[in-house]
């Protein structure tokens, strides 16, 4: 079992990172929180990690903190959820923002994640809230600080990228969603971005 990778991170993008531990590179599939929370390409990092195998496939997947990857063990035990969409899921809430949504039974809110339509909302939060309601530690899961973002064009937009960042400062769905209203994210910069959202928010760029 591999619990977790630390090496020198190679490569990075909203979804994948890619880390050499001793000339052997690791690639995870990652969060879009996770993702903003990464070292620019090249420093050091450590990622704690879970290792799946399904249908004779290998994938290794990498979280910037415990309580995320226990979120994301949580996740996958609900029926027909698999890694694709725990990801998506985490990619949209903080930990303690699913938490708070489960407990809510916040339905609105958790078919808003890309994938999840309004039945699956209601499995998620049917089958998470008294596993997650034995385990508080995780509704003051701290959200992990925002590194350099990784760009990628191929693999992600800018609007996706300045949504992650802005999730892991600690700003709500609704909020990060306001804050980015009427952007489409073409020809235009994730720092342009993230400092007129920043500054609906009501804070300094």
């Keep these: 079992m591999i619990s977790q990778?630390?090496?020198i991170l190679l490569e990075a993008t909203p979804s994948v990172a890619v880390v050499d531990v001793s000339g052997v590179g690791f690639e995870l599939g990652i969060s879009g929180i996770t993702a903003a929370?990464?070292?620019?390409?090249?420093?050091e990092v450590r990622l704690?990690?879970?290792f799946r195998l399904a249908n004779d496939a290998m994938?290794?997947?990498?979280?910037?903190?415990v309580e995320e990857r226990t979120m994301f063990d949580r996740l996958i035990a609900v029926s027909s959820v698999g890694p694709r969409m725990?990801?998506?899921v985490l990619s949209k809430f903080s930990v303690a923002q699913l938490y708070t949504i489960v407990m809510a039974e916040d339905t609105k809110s958790m078919a808003t994640v890309p994938g999840v339509g309004k039945k699956t909302a209601q499995r998620l939060i049917l089958e998470l809230k008294s596993t997650l309601a034995k385990d508080r530690s995780l509704s003051g899961a701290a959200v992990p600080l925002a590194g350099?973002?990784?760009?990628d064009a191929a693999a992600s937009t800018a609007i996706e990228d300045a949504r992650?960042?802005?999730l892991s400062m600690?700003?709500?769905p609704q909020e990060t969603d306001l804050a980015l209203e009427g952007y489409d994210g073409q020809d235009m910069r994730v720092e342009d971005i993230l400092a007129a959202s920043l500054k609906r928010l009501g804070m300094d760029a």
Excluded at 37 to 43: E, I, K, N, Q
Excluded at 59 to 65: E, V
Excluded at 148 to 151: D, T, Y
């Design 164 to 166: 992650a960042a802005l």
């Design 148 to 151: 350099q973002l990784p760009l």
């Design 48 to 50: 704690y990690t879970r």
């Design 37 to 43: 929370s990464l070292p620019a390409v090249g420093d």
């Design 86 to 88: 725990a990801l998506s």
């Design 170 to 172: 600690g700003f709500s």
């Design 5 to 7: 990778v630390h090496g």
């Design 59 to 65: 994938a290794l997947y990498g979280f910037a903190t």
